[in-house]
């Protein structure tokens, strides 16, 4: 059974063209930013971003960073073993892992690599690709259930990318836009929005302290259309610039 599946690497600026297959496709940005371009709309992408897309449906992507995407595409034979994922009634679905489920799915998808490399049974396969999109879909944040305010402020959490949407969160806890931003600044003290910032913000000191990205990759994965909005906003929380503020860090 032929299976068309890897990680694939694209540079700053790259431009897919429209183009259209036959089979289900499973894509999930490991690193970068960039867009995905379907029915005369587009999507950001961000690392973390899981799309599962029905086949027969004309699509493209379009990178605003290096970007590197973990791809399959789901062969014909292996669909109705897994046919519950593709009842979905829509062309594509949307999902976002947070950074700990995206290491974890990253490191599931070497070994997919290395069996689909080793063996060719439909059995062992069909396992692998239940196992890949059970994970996606079971740990990714979609806000298919009712929430608990808990369970919001976790969503916003690892959404940070994303508009802060109060009427969404308020509908998916069962409560009025008022009722729900009672509770949540009951249970954190805060209103919502003032979470989304700190944890903007926190998320935003992790990144500058513990890793190499960019000050555009930062800004782009905590939701900031440009690099000069995110330092604007950084220097009204801290006093300092976000380079400033990593040169700081690093004066050990």
Not at 74 to 103: A, C, H, Y
Not at 125 to 138: A, D, K, P, R
Request: one cysteine or more.
């Amino acid at each position: 059974m032929h299976i068309k599946s890897a990680i694939v690497n694209h540079n700053k600026g790259w431009k897919m063209e429209k183009h259209v297959h036959p089979e289900p496709e499973l894509t999930v940005v490991l690193k970068g930013y960039g867009h995905i371009h379907m029915n005369n709309s587009s999507d950001r992408i961000v690392p973390g971003t899981a799309l599962l897309i029905q086949g027969q449906h004309e699509h493209s992507y379009t990178s605003d960073t290096d970007i590197q995407f973990a791809i399959i595409h789901i062969n014909r034979d292996l669909i109705k073993d897994v046919q519950p994922f593709f009842s979905m009634g829509e062309p594509k679905k949307i999902w976002f892992l947070p950074t700990p489920l995206l290491f974890e799915y990253e490191q599931l998808f070497h070994l997919w690599l290395k069996a689909i490399s080793r063996s060719s049974a439909p059995l062992i396969l069909t396992n692998w690709m239940y196992l890949l999109l059970n994970f996606v879909e079971q740990t990714a944040n979609n806000l298919t259930l009712p929430l608990t305010i808990q369970e919001a402020g976790k969503y916003i959490e690892t959404h940070l990318h994303q508009p802060l949407k109060i009427s969404k969160l308020a509908k998916s806890s069962g409560l009025s836009e008022s009722g729900f931003r009672k509770k949540f600044q009951a249970v954190y003290h805060q209103s919502p929005k003032e979470f989304q910032q700190l944890k903007r913000f926190e998320e935003a000191c992790w990144r500058l302290r513990a890793t190499n990205e960019t000050i555009e990759e930062i800004s782009g994965v905590l939701g900031f259309h440009t690099v000069h909005s995110f330092s604007k906003w950084f220097r009204e929380t801290s006093d300092v610039s976000p380079r400033e503020w990593r040169k700081q860090q690093q004066q050990l």
